[in-house]
């Protein structure tokens, strides 16, 4: 247990109707009650709220009218003392409110401080925590799903039983080593431990396979517009962002130099990527060549390829066909208010399975059929956030894909006839592979840095 006692304001900065200053710790109860106006707060029952005056004491004068909470451990967020002062909103009494805690022997909250006491003192594992973290980031709804069902610890307990699994093995292959009763215990070992291996890895495997999803979740689906000059390229950007209700305009904190749109497109979160290079990908397949830009395209979910119906069919739009053939693709036959040019018959044999949508931008023709489209790749992916684990947390999808190796390598020994004490190190290292997961093997300096990602006060 941490003996200091911190606070910190927790509610965003800004206006607003209520703003909260929360302490946490051993002191948190008596300091509270040195500045309150009210009931005494040390003989206050647990979970109970209290009307009072916050005091100055430079001034001896009323500095905030105040709810105060009062919630005793260990039943509380972080397992220590929690107190919570609900201020009226303005950004000045509230930090008027912090001061006066502070002055009174408090300290101010790291970032993430109060989820990793919570971690720290055993209420959550890493997981769980990270989960706070993405909750407070998420970007669509679907997105808090995941991180409210991770939260919950719903991967914490796949993560777990696995662990266990490989514990049990790893038991009973040492109770045959050294009690071998049996003269065929080196061939029951083996099988066990093979056995066991295999339904690890594919529990591995499968989640794995969900993180696509669940970065798209997080991040959204990673969407670019390519097509030639004067196509309409910027005007679609410019449909897509006012029609839907843009989510974010930039990733805050991030280093990321690229501008991202995201907008929600009945219900797909779109994340549109590198906004100020879309206008300049214009000759993306001439500028790097073929092979590359499929490289850059590929890192796309969705590739919006856009035509003009109004214009012939050139050879760089053959190439652009070509550079994203085997990728999610909806081709948009933009200005159809104007004169046909376009070889329609031959657009639809190079997009071949892919959708086609007609648009006449310019009179806000189309969009609609567009969005249906998205959509409809999108759902088609069955991106299902029911009842799945989903694994979106890139910390996550690096240590799972670290186990399925060491996973591999095991089998891979045992494959090779390898005593059976090595293969048993592989097994062990996954097994701390997946507690770095939740927080069981993990390096302290991680844990530093993983909370310093979180904002105040949380
Ligand atoms: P970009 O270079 O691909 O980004 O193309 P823009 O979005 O800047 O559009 C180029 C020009 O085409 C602009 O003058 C637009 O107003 C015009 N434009 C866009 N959509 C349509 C359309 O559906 N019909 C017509 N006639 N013009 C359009």
């Not at 989960?131 to 998420?138: E, K, P, Q, T, W």
């Not at 709804?141 to 995941?146: H, S, T």
């Not at 081709?331 to 959708?355: C, F, G, S, Y």
């Amino acid at each position: 247990m941490e003996t200091d006692t911190i606070t910190a304001i927790s509610t965003p900065m800004g206006e607003g109707a209520i703003a909260i200053v929360r302490l946490s710790g051993p002191e948190a109860v008596s300091i509270s009650n040195e500045l309150f106006q009210g009931k005494d707060l040390s003989k206050a029952d647990s979970h109970t709220m209290h009307y009072g005056k916050i005091i100055d004491p430079e001034t001896n004068e009323v500095a905030e009218e105040v709810m105060v909470s009062i919630m005793r451990a260990p039943k509380t967020f972080t397992r220590e003392d929690v107190v919570e002062i609900n201020c009226h909103g303005g950004l000045v009494s509230v930090n008027r409110v912090l001061e006066i805690v502070l002055a009174k022997g408090a300290r101010l909250a790291e970032p993430g401080e109060f989820t990793k006491r919570a971690f720290l003192n055993g209420r959550i594992d890493l997981s769980q925590a990270e989960a706070v973290m993405d909750l407070i980031r998420a970007k669509t709804d679907r997105a808090m799903n995941v991180a409210l069902k991770q939260m919950d610890g719903r991967l914490s307990k796949l993560i777990q039983s696995l662990r266990q699994k490989l514990l049990e093995t790893l038991a009973h292959v040492e109770v045959n080593i050294d009690y071998p009763e049996y003269d065929d215990v080196e061939e029951m070992s083996h099988n066990m431990m093979e056995e066991k291996t295999k339904e690890v890895l594919e529990e591995v495997k499968k989640l794995l396979q969900t993180a696509q999803q669940g970065k798209i979740l997080r991040e959204g689906l990673a969407t670019a517009i390519i097509g030639r000059p004067n196509v309409g390229k910027s005007s679609l950007m410019n449909a897509l962002v006012h029609e839907n209700k843009a989510i974010v305009t930039e990733v805050p904190g991030t280093t990321r130099d690229v501008i991202e749109e995201y907008v929600n497109v009945r219900g797909v979160p779109l994340r549109l990527v590198d906004t100020a290079g879309i206008r300049e990908t214009e000759d993306i397949v001439e500028r790097i060549g073929v092979e590359k830009s499929r490289q850059v395209l590929k890192e796309a979910d969705l590739i919006l390829l856009v035509l003009n119906y109004g214009d012939e069919l050139t050879a760089e739009d053959e190439k652009l066909f070509e550079a994203v053939r085997d990728l999610d693709v909806i081709v948009i036959v933009n200005k159809t208010d104007l004169e046909p040019q376009l070889d329609m018959e031959r657009v639809q044999t190079l997009a071949d399975k892919h959708p086609v949508i007609t648009t006449a931008l310019l009179h806000e023709k189309g969009i609609d059929e567009l969005e249906q489209a998205i959509s409809q790749v999108f759902f088609e992916g069955e991106l299902d956030t029911g009842d799945m684990t989903y694994v979106s947390n890139v910390r996550h999808v690096q240590l799972l894909k670290q186990a399925k190796q060491a996973l591999e390598d095991a089998l891979n020994g045992m494959e090779m006839d390898m005593p059976i004490d090595m293969v048993q190190i592989d097994v062990t290292r996954t097994w701390e592979i997946l507690g770095e997961i939740v927080g069981d093997t993990v390096h302290e300096s991680l844990i530093d840095q993983l909370f310093s990602q979180f904002c105040l006060g949380k």
